[in-house]
């Protein structure tokens, strides 16, 4: 570890190694690198979800769904855009309509 580990946060740390880790652009070694780091932070990090990924399949096609909706209210798409996203809309049975904005 370096003397610049101390101030970085291990969460972030660990995130960041399981990206590595799930990167097909990344070689064999430095995975192997990235997994032995994570065991070596211990368990707590290792098969910890970040909080990035973890929603729900459900929360994750949710936003999928409002991505398409979204691309059908923007006038800077263009038609076959708006036309796959039809596709996919009636392909989850979701309406056109926009979703209600959250008030978080």
């Given amino acids: ?6 101030q ?4 972030r740390v660990a995130a960041g190694l399981r990206g590595t880790l799930n990167n097909n652009n990344v070689s064999e070694e430095a995975k192997d ?8 932070m211990g368990d707590d990090f290792e098969n910890k979800t ?6 729900t399949g459900d929360q994750h096609k949710n936003q999928v769904v409002g991505g398409y909706k979204a691309t059908l209210h923007n006038d800077k798409v263009g038609e076959e855009a708006k036309a796959h996203a039809r596709e996919v809309l009636e392909e989850n049975n979701a309406s056109e309509e926009p979703l209600p904005q959250s008030r978080n």
């Fill in 50 to 55: 970040s909080r990035a990924s973890a929603g």
């Fill in 8 to 11: 970085k946060n291990p969460e």
């Fill in 33 to 40: 690198r990235a997994a032995d780091r994570l065991r070596d």
């Fill in 1 to 6: 570890m370096s003397a610049n580990d101390s």
